[in-house]
């Protein structure tokens, strides 16, 4: 069965603290690791797919590195806007009933204070 | 900006109601997921469908769900009767595959709250 934990539960930091999100993992085989953010009331947002170990995707302060047991999402001298729950999520290799839909961790939640 | 839409965006009703969700993928997509969203179990696949086809409904209660895709632009996920542990935030989200087997990204709605009394 495929399994994500996402690590801490909650993360509080001062602006511009850097910091870092972790999503470990076991997928049979792995054909997509995801990064959402999630904002209170709204769907989850896209910001990163990973597909093999080594890969890094950056988007403004955020980098999303992966390897073959976990992902990290680093956050660079954040502002308060990039306060959200952050999604973990893994696309299963392998092909049959349910292998394209996506297996979420819990998420981080995480808050920048001014 | 080609956006996912769902509707309601919200629904309250009572015990034993039917509940319809809609669900607008976004134009030119070939698959469609229903996904629910509690505090205690977080995001779970409810279905999925491409090119309109079921593909997989196992997360779903059989006996008191049942998703269809009347045409390629809608997507219906229904609940008869409903039940307060259907409470949840409902979730539709579309992507493109052109192989089977090719990763895709996911784009989600909005979500409907359901509220069930």
């Known amino acids: 069965e495929d399994q994500v934990t996402q690590s801490p539960e909650a993360l509080r930091l001062q602006e511009g603290e850097s910091s870092s999100l972790n999503c470990s993992y076991t997928?049979?085989?792995?054909?997509?690791l995801f990064w959402y953010r999630q904002d209170p009331g709204k769907g989850p947002e896209f910001l990163f797919t990973?597909?093999?170990a080594g890969e890094e995707k950056e988007k403004e302060r955020l980098k999303a590195t992966l390897t073959k047991k976990e992902s990290f999402l680093h956050i660079t001298a954040p502002k308060p806007e990039d306060s959200a729950t952050y999604l973990c999520?893994?696309?299963?290799?392998?092909?049959?009933?349910?292998?394209?839909?996506?297996?979420f961790g819990k998420g981080t939640h995480l808050i920048i204070q001014p | 900006d080609a956006r996912v839409t769902q509707t309601p965006r919200h629904k309250v009703t009572e015990m034993g109601q039917e509940v319809t969700m809609r669900c607008q993928p976004i134009?030119?997509?070939?698959?469609v997921f229903w996904y629910r969203q509690t505090m205690m179990q977080g995001l779970e696949l409810l279905a999925y469908?491409?090119?309109?086809?079921?593909?997989?409904d196992s997360g779903m209660p059989k006996d008191r769900f049942s998703a269809e895709m009347p045409d390629a632009t809608l997507a219906t996920l229904k609940i008869q009767p409903s039940e307060p542990r259907d409470s949840a935030v409902y979730f539709c989200?579309?992507?493109?595959?052109?192989?089977?087997?090719?990763?895709?990204?996911?784009?989600f709605g909005p979500g409907t709250r359901l509220l069930v009394l």
């Open positions: 989200a579309s992507g493109l595959v052109i192989r089977t087997a090719d990763q895709e990204t996911q784009y």
């Open positions: 997928v049979s085989g792995l054909r997509g």
């Open positions: 990973l597909y093999s």
């Open positions: 999520a893994v696309q299963a290799g392998y092909s049959g009933g349910g292998a394209d839909g996506l297996t």
């Open positions: 134009l030119g997509h070939n698959t």
């Open positions: 469908f491409r090119n309109r086809a079921p593909l997989d």
